[in-house]
């Protein structure tokens, strides 16, 4: 099926989108039972807890762990945002850096300033856009990063948008008096797919939509750590409680460049199975055997998927033993759970 597509519906009972392209799953947005990123907190922290380099905060939701120790005070209340998914057992990371993000604007308390998206290189559009800005304003002390989908969108919800989020970063970060209390809910799958789904595409709404639409089929390939990869290549993608394992292998062929061409074709493809997958942490790669002086020319073609991925990913580098490693934002929840020991 040519096209694209975005279809709002539920998988095992929890609400869901996905991206479909041409007839391939490019995303999936699944909720889970964890506090969602983008939560923000009045917090109250504890004691700072040595060796950890950080300090526990009180929540209604219980604890969350904030990488910070200068400048607090036990008891003495803060602001904090929720930046990614907990594994079992630990608390949530917060940061005290809260961003109010939508659609077309984000507004940065504490960080002042007007800045468009870098992609929008059209000049007269950028100079419109800080029209824009200026006219609708932001608090005090406040700055706004117009987003990229703002290169085609209607005038007057650019500016609705920017009026919203600093109206909620204005109530927001006016409420720093009490106890531990939730002051924001982070996106759910539709919100998320709204927000950042801006592609010109089909919008399905209509219960049982993945499954007419052939979601469930792709989610399905997915229970399976096996991956196909381009030139009869494959690899396989699979969490451990301590990290991702990614193992690439040629295939049948055995000429000296098979090696690279499988890399390649999995460096293409990593970022787009761990997102499916919502496969975050330390992932490490061991790749098809291939000469050292290709290194660089698989590192580019990681490096060219990953700005594409909207999931913040570092390549951290090769190790010793010829392993390639990168360190992934745990933004989603993994699609069928946590691995168990």
């Known amino acids: 099926m040519k096209g694209t597509t975005i279809i709002l519906d539920q998988f095992e009972g929890r609400e869901a989108a996905a991206l479909m392209i041409d007839g391939r799953l490019e995303d999936l947005l699944v909720d889970s039972d964890g506090t969602a990123p983008g939560t923000i907190y009045r917090a109250v ?43 079992p057992g630990k608390a949530p990371v917060v940061s005290p850096r809260v961003l109010f993000k939508s659609r077309y604007a984000i507004v940065t308390p504490e960080a002042p300033g007007l800045n468009v998206s870098r992609s929008i290189r059209d000049d007269d559009r950028r100079d419109t856009l800080l029209e824009i800005a200026h006219e609708t304003g932001v608090p005090e002390g406040m700055g706004l990063i117009l987003r990229s989908s703002c290169a085609e969108a209607d005038e007057a919800e650019i500016a609705e948008d920017i009026r919203a989020m600093s109206d909620l970063a204005a109530q927001v970060m006016a409420d720093t008096e009490g106890g531990p209390e939730k002051l924001v809910d982070g996106d759910g799958p539709h919100a998320l797919a709204w927000r950042d789904w801006t592609m010109q595409a089909e919008v399905e709404t209509a219960p049982g939509g993945f499954e007419t639409h052939g979601v469930l089929d792709e989610i399905e390939t997915l229970r399976s750590p096996y991956v196909p990869l381009s030139g009869g290549a494959s690899a396989y993608v ?10 690439v292998n040629t295939g049948a062929s055995g000429s000296a460049a098979s090696g690279l061409r499988a890399n390649l074709a999995l460096a293409r493809e990593l970022p787009r199975q761990l997102r499916l997958r919502g496969l975050a942490g330390q992932v490490v790669v061991d790749p098809a055997p291939m000469p050292h002086k290709d290194r660089k020319q698989v590192e580019g073609a990681l490096r060219k998927a990953l700005r594409e991925d909207p999931v913040e990913t570092t390549l951290v580098g090769w190790t010793t033993l010829g392993h390639m490693e990168l360190q992934r934002q745990r933004l989603r929840a993994p699609l069928f759970g946590w691995s168990t020991p």
Do not use: W
């Not at 526990?56 to 400048?71: A, E, N, Y």
């Open 45 to 87: 922290p504890d004691r700072p807890v040595k060796g950890q380099g950080g300090v526990f905060c009180r929540t209604p939701d219980g604890s969350v762990f904030l990488r910070q120790i200068k400048g607090l005070s036990p008891g003495r209340p803060l602001l904090v945002q929720v930046t990614g998914h907990a594994e």
């Open 238 to 247: 699979e969490p451990t409680r301590a990290l991702v394992a990614v193992d």
